[in-house]
C-alpha cells in the first residue's frame, strides 16, 4: 500500500501536468515554425512562433491556417501557412502602384519597404484576381467567414492573389513573437499593429 501511495505521488502530478499541457495546446495556443521567405523581413524562415488561438483577427494580424483545400498546391493535410490579414469580411481590397487600399482608404505599409511592396506586384482588384485566377468565388469584396491574406515580402509571397480567401474555419489563430526572440521592431510589427 505505502509502494503504490509512493508511485501515485509522482504519476499523478505528471498526468495532470500533460493534461493541462495538452489543454493549453488545443484551445489556447501552440508553437509552429515559419517555412520561406514570404513574410520577410518581420519573420523569417524557420523562426518560432506562437500561435494564440483565442486572439481576435484584426486588420494587419498575421494568421495561421491550414492550407490544405484553399491553396490548390498544398497537397498535405497538415500544411500551415502563415500570412497577413488584409481584408476582413466585407472589405474591398485593392493594390494600385504598390499602394494597397481596404474600403478606399490607403493602408499604411511601414512594416516592410518599397521594394517588398512593389516588387513583382501588379495593380489588382478582388474581382479582378478572381477573374485572372479563376477563383471558384467571383467576387468584389471579401464575403463572410473568409479573409483575404497576403504575405509580407509581397514578390515571393503565394497568397490570396492567386488562390483566394481563407475560410475562418481554417484559421488555426493569431502569431505572437516572443518578447525574447527577434528585434523590438520585427515584434512589433508581427505583434502591435492590426486594428
Not at 34 to 44: A, K, R, T
Not at 60 to 79: C, G, T
Not at 96 to 111: E, I, P, R, T, W
Not at 147 to 170: E, Q, T
Amino acid at each position: 500500500m505505502k509502494t503504490v501511495k509512493s508511485i501515485m505521488s509522482w504519476v499523478l502530478p505528471i498526468v495532470v501536468g500533460l493534461l493541462v499541457a495538452m489543454v493549453i495546446r488545443h484551445y489556447i495556443f501552440t508553437m509552429v515554425r515559419v517555412d520561406g521567405p514570404s513574410m520577410e523581413p518581420n519573420l523569417d524562415n524557420n523562426e518560432r512562433v506562437a500561435v494564440v488561438k483565442t486572439a481576435k483577427i484584426r486588420h494587419l494580424s498575421v494568421i495561421v491556417f491550414n492550407a490544405y483545400h484553399v491553396d490548390p498546391d498544398a497537397r498535405s493535410k497538415s500544411v500551415k501557412y502563415v500570412k497577413r490579414v488584409v481584408g476582413m469580411p466585407g472589405d474591398t481590397v485593392k493594390s494600385q502602384n504598390g499602394k494597397l487600399y481596404v474600403n478606399g482608404k490607403l493602408v499604411s505599409q511601414q512594416f516592410i519597404s518599397q521594394y517588398e511592396r512593389t516588387q513583382g506586384t501588379t495593380n489588382w482588384t478582388l474581382n479582378t484576381l478572381s477573374t485572372r485566377y479563376s477563383w471558384r468565388l467571383k467576387t468584389t469584396k471579401v464575403p463572410k467567414n473568409t479573409y483575404f491574406v497576403l504575405g509580407d515580402h509581397r514578390s515571393v509571397s503565394n497568397d490570396s492573389r492567386y488562390w483566394g480567401l481563407v475560410p475562418a474555419s481554417k484559421v488555426l489563430g493569431v502569431v505572437k513573437v516572443p518578447f525574447w526572440d527577434s528585434s523590438s521592431t520585427k515584434r512589433h510589427n508581427v505583434n502591435s499593429i492590426s486594428y
